[in-house]
């Protein structure tokens, strides 16, 4: 099955949880609200790069929860 073009990819959630171990939190929170200002510029013109942010977001936010 191909992915969407634009869409996150299981190769790009391992990414950013192995990314993620090695931010500090200050760093992990400033990704989570850059990643969430883009979905919201993307809101209403292309969802599947909003859904793309959301997704590094909420990865990101794993970590930081985790910790």
């Known amino acids: 099955m191909q992915a969407t073009q634009g869409a ?3 190769e790009d959630f391992a990414r950013w949880r192995n990314q993620a171990k090695n931010y500090t939190t200050e760093q992990l929170v400033s990704i989570v609200r850059m990643c969430r200002k883009a979905a ?3 809101r209403n013109i292309n969802p599947i790069r909003e859904g793309y942010w959301d997704d590094q977001a909420c990865t990101y936010a794993d970590e930081l929860r985790k910790r």
């Open 40 to 42: 919201l510029y993307q």
């Open 8 to 10: 996150a990819t299981a």
